[in-house]
């Protein structure tokens, strides 16, 4: 039988050391979590808020995410896990609720299947050590964005990143243009984001995080793909990363987008992870 502690529950004072590394972000934003156990051992977490927690719905929708913190429970115990973060979820009225799994997590996965979850991205997470010198080519102009330039970014990125197979970003873009300025400018403040032209004409866009070591987004204008400009850009982030001291690229892309992938693999990124991401979703009454 699992147990659930409010964060606020005295009870739970001497489990918050062990379950630190999930909770950060909750206790930084000031959200409720509940810590979930068994045989009093943290197994997992349910943490409530609004949106833009996961930039997923319109501003101001409740949502929850969860994370399971112990491998290897049995079945049972994982579908009662499952069933109570969506329980917890919705006494907060949550719309969505989340989770992420390696795919080879396949009891957890099927647990929260059970509980009403489904896949809404499979990605992998490459990597590519920075070893060697990037030089893109000089047609190509890159411009940072300025921060009040971030709307415009935000919209070129939307229609350059359209069949990226990956519903996450796409969802989050969405709701990025609905954004008000100053999450806008939050959001400027933690990458940096370029323009990419050629010949005076848009045709990319590229951010990427120098703190992370990590490519964010990289697109290319529909009408422009397969002429080398995605190869391109590719090279002037790593050049970027490269340029900030980061020892090894990472990034993400989802399994089915072909292109990309093909794109990373000649650039000498391998797979290091292969994840799922799972949403329960409020259906319309
Ligand atoms: C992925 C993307 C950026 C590639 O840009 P691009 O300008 O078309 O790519 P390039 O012309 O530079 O091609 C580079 C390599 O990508 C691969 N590639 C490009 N288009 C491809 C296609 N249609 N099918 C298979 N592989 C393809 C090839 O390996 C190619 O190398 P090659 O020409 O030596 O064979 C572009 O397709 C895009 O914007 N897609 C939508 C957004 C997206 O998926 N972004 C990545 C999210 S993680």
């Avoid at 969405?174 to 959001?187: A, G, I, R, V």
Wanted: hydrophobic letters at 40%; aromatic letters at 8%; one cysteine or more.
């Amino acid at each position: 039988m699992l147990k659930a502690y409010s964060h606020t529950d005295a009870d739970a004072k001497s489990l918050l050391p062990q379950v630190s590394k999930y909770t950060e972000m909750a206790t930084l934003m000031k959200l409720p979590f509940w810590i979930l156990t068994e045989d009093s051992k943290p197994i997992g977490i349910v943490t409530t808020g609004k949106e833009p927690m996961q930039m997923l719905a319109p501003i101001g929708t409740p949502v929850a995410t969860v994370n399971l913190i112990q491998k290897n429970l049995n079945p049972k115990i994982l579908d009662e896990f499952a069933s109570q973060s969506l329980k917890l979820a919705l006494e907060k009225e949550a719309q969505h609720a989340t989770i992420e799994f390696a795919s080879d997590e396949k009891d957890a996965i099927n647990s929260f299947l059970k509980a009403d979850f489904r896949v809404l991205a499979e990605t992998f997470t490459m990597t590519l050590p920075l070893d060697r010198d990037f030089d893109p080519s000089e047609d190509l102009q890159f411009t940072q964005a300025e921060k009040k330039e971030m709307l415009r970014w935000v919209t070129a990125a939307r229609k350059f990143l359209a069949g990226s197979a990956d519903v996450v970003i796409e969802r989050i873009l969405e709701q990025l243009t609905d954004f008000p300025k100053n999450l806008l400018e939050m959001y400027y403040s933690l990458e940096k984001f370029y323009f990419v032209d050629k010949d005076e004409r848009g045709v990319g866009i590229l951010n990427f995080s120098p703190k992370a070591g990590r490519i964010s987004n990289i697109g290319v204008d529909p009408s422009k793909r397969g002429q080398g400009i995605g190869r391109q850009i590719m090279m002037f982030g790593l050049k970027k990363l490269k340029a900030a001291d980061c020892s090894q690229a990472k990034l993400r892309v989802h399994v089915d987008n072909k292109p990309a992938l093909n794109l990373y693999n000649s650039l000498g990124f391998k797979v290091a992870e292969r994840r799922k991401f799972l949403i329960w979703e409020k259906r319309a009454a």
